[in-house]
């Protein structure tokens, strides 16, 4: 599975952006698809996940209610919505899969677990 992360930018705080995740290759061993984020100088954290198989799913404390992670099955390619960006959401974001679908789980870890990485996509969130 080979994952492309996308749609990173600059954005003043309160404003939006959306993630793209494409997946490609062996797609079918990608039952859950995560974003993760490393800010400079912090570990790696979860930030939402999705089973792509019945679209459960799982969010940290964070960015409940600011940000929603959406799969497109058809288009191989999982979003990340996030609205009401505030400075402390700056950091690369990357997206991971994992074969088991209750690797959503993992929002709550540094991904460490996951089978798949894609590269990063940088979020910048400054006025």
């Known amino acids: 599975v080979q994952l492309q992360a996308s749609g990173g930018g600059l954005v003043q705080p309160g404003g939006s952006l959306r993630l793209s995740c494409a997946a490609s290759?062996?797609?079918?061993?990608?039952?859950?698809i995560g974003w993760f984020r490393q800010a400079p100088g912090k570990e790696r954290e979860g930030v939402s996940c999705?089973?792509?198989?019945?679209?459960?799913?799982t969010y940290a404390d964070s960015v409940k209610g600011r940000f929603t992670i959406s799969s497109d099955n058809a288009k191989k390619t999982v979003y990340l919505q996030m609205n009401r960006l505030k400075p402390e959401d700056t950091a690369v974001y990357f997206c991971?899969?994992?074969?088991?679908?209750?690797?959503?789980?993992?929002?709550?870890?540094?991904?460490?677990?996951?089978?798949?990485w894609g590269d990063g996509t940088l979020v910048t969130v400054s006025s």
């Open positions: 999705i089973n792509r198989s019945d679209g459960t799913t």
């Open positions: 290759g062996f797609t079918l061993g990608a039952h859950a």
């Open positions: 991971a899969a994992d074969s088991a679908a209750s690797a959503i789980v993992a929002v709550d870890t540094t991904g460490d677990g996951m089978d798949y």
